[in-house]
């Protein structure tokens, strides 16, 4: 299983951009790259998911260098509201959904 | 938008009571899952389902057992509640098979429920 290591914490300003990096050294070939967000009473939320190299959407941006053991996401400019237990979550691979595995997640706080 | 509810936000249950968790979805996925979340520890997957009466085992399947006996219900069951069962469970569902996703615009999500806060006494 490819078991997954993240900061517990961070704190930010509003405005700054917000970098979490996710290690994981065993992530199988076929594993895509998750990560996920939580707000306080809710079920966590997608944010971005990849295989290799980068992606973007219109929340984030998702790094990962070539030889997969790790990446970052990258929250830009980001506001109060961004303030969540950000996960990262590697599997779903061809062979079972069993081989999932949640981080123990990053606590952002924003701060203005 | 996707819609998974779970039957109750907070449940109070006494050792050795047996327990029913109900989650539902309203898109006609395919999969669906069990978690429970602790501080610290993220989420662990207790059992998962990819079809009407199919399950299989996730990470910590001991002391749970589930129940999918139409699409889009999926059920928990503690079959005797002890106090170290005292957590959050979330239910999630998703449409994609293993494997699938990953490429532009198709990704591999799960929706999850709101979660249902469980005290065993």
């Known amino acids: 299983l490819a078991k997954t290591t993240q900061p517990i914490s961070m704190d930010s300003y509003e405005g700054q951009e917000v970098n979490i990096t996710c290690s994981h050294n065993n992530i199988a070939t076929n594993d895509y790259i998750t990560w996920y967000q939580q707000f306080p009473s809710q079920g966590p939320r997608f944010i971005i998911q990849g295989y290799k190299t980068k992606v973007t959407n219109e929340v984030a941006s998702l790094f990962i260098p070539a030889d997969r053991k790790s990446s970052t996401l990258s929250l830009p400019r980001v506001s109060l509201s961004d303030t969540a237990v950000y996960y990262c979550l590697v599997g779903a691979t061809t062979d079972s959904w069993g081989k999932l595995q949640f981080g123990a997640g990053t606590q952002v706080v924003v701060t203005p | 938008d996707v819609k998974v509810t779970q039957s109750s936000r907070y449940l109070v249950k006494r050792t050795g009571e047996k327990v029913f968790l109900e989650c539902v979805q309203d898109?006609?996925?395919?999969?669906m899952f069990w978690y429970r979340q602790d501080p610290g520890l993220g989420l662990r997957l207790i059992y998962f389902?990819?079809?009407?009466?199919?399950?299989e085992k996730g990470d910590i399947p001991e002391g749970y057992s589930v129940s999918r006996e139409k699409k889009e219900r999926f059920s928990l069951i503690l079959e005797s509640a002890s106090t170290n069962q005292t957590s959050m469970y979330l239910c999630a569902s998703s449409s994609l098979h293993p494997g699938q996703g990953g490429s532009e615009g198709v990704y591999n999500e799960q929706f999850f429920g709101p979660g249902t806060r469980l005290t065993v006494l």
């Open positions: 898109m006609d996925h395919e999969n």
């Open positions: 389902s990819y079809d009407v009466k199919m399950k």
